[in-house]
């Protein structure tokens, strides 16, 4: 009975611990126009990305519309980011979610391409970057 007691103990305390080192940042920005993210339009209207770390980072991109998970590449720079902001990339009238990155930190993170995305690059379409203020909380 008492090996049962030890047994529960060590996985209520590696449970706790999981739970510990998950966190959650939240940013939030108003975007004026109709995005993709992970191949899901997104309507205009305010943005609220969660990004979700225990191990791996995953963001939850939430709009009037619903809401879409992405797995991103981590970015790293020299320098702190100087704002908090989303970038899109723009293709005539099509936009896309292409990065976040948060005030004060060195880390960001880098959306995966769509596959529309990609077509639109193929065809040598003019590519503008689009950077929006977001808030961090």
Not at 19 to 40: C, H, M, W
Request: glycine residues 6%; proline residues 3%; hydrophobic residues 45%.
């Amino acid at each position: 009975m008492k090996k049962y007691g030890v047994a529960i103990l060590i996985l209520m305390l590696a449970a706790l611990a999981g739970l510990a080192s998950a966190q959650t940042r939240t940013i939030t920005a108003e975007v004026p126009f109709d995005y993709v993210v992970n191949g899901k339009t997104m309507l205009a209207g305010e943005c609220t990305v969660k990004a979700e770390v225990n191990g791996q980072t995953i963001l939850w991109i939430a709009s009037d519309n619903g809401r879409v998970a992405v797995l991103p590449n981590a970015t790293e720079s020299n320098q702190p980011s100087d704002m908090t902001k989303m970038v899109f990339h723009k293709y005539g009238d099509r936009y896309f979610l292409a990065s976040i990155e948060r005030e004060g930190q060195n880390r960001g993170y880098e959306l995966p391409a769509s596959k529309l995305e990609a077509e639109l690059r193929a065809q040598n379409m003019a590519e503008k970057d689009i950077v929006l203020l977001a808030s961090a909380e």
